[in-house]
């Protein structure tokens, strides 16, 4: 018998996923400018501290290490498999209807239960098939979801980001001005022991800026907890492909 043409079904990689919310080119201009000035400001801090001001240090860590990665997440990447589930839907459609074209070109002369078996088995498949791709299909809209959650997330990360960088800067030129000149250093912290902190109250106001909006961000991260959690739950719909395809 004649095999009946079948649709080609390619699936070439998934375009990485791109930005869709518009994103502060502020952030990526001081970056990497944020080590060195938390440096200079613990330096500032230490000083406070021995004059009584009790203030907590700035992290040690990197922005990136510290708020954006563990916040963010690589939301190109999850656009990514987002497409890529929704590649996979189209597929599973097609190759179904390849299957249903096979099914309904059995030579005229093949008939009897081996026919009909064959028949059903093949049908069954493109049913199973169709049932996978409107599975594989809700997941990318799953992955949708969370990009979308995860590049807003991005934003208010960066947009804070660059209030702590407006914040240090002008921390770190209060503080420069203090120890410049020959002293340096020690003529801070003679000013601190005998003038006392109200000589630097701006100075520790910024510094509790700082310190609060760090502490912002790390709020963010403990906050998106649960939501991260039941997206996890609802990505596991994929549980469920094995059991579609295996009887």
Known sequence: MAVPALVDISLPPPALGTREIAHDPTFTAWDTTYSELRDVV???IDALNKAGAGLRRLPEESLEELIVRPLSGDYAAIRQNAHACGDVRAALHV????LIRLSVGVDPAWGGQAAAAYVVEVN????AGRAVAELVGAGAGVLETVAGFVER???EVERLLVDLGQALFRLVAKI???VGGPLGWAAFATELATR???AVTDIIDDVRLVVDLIETLLDLRASVTAWVSEQRERLALFAELPALMTR
Not at 95 to 98: E, K, Y
């Open 196 to 198: 006392g902190l109200a």
């Open 124 to 127: 069954l498949l493109g049913l």
């Open 153 to 155: 997330l991005a934003v």
């Open 42 to 44: 613990n330096l500032g």
């Open 95 to 98: 190759w179904a209807d390849n």
């Open 176 to 178: 420069s001005a203090k």
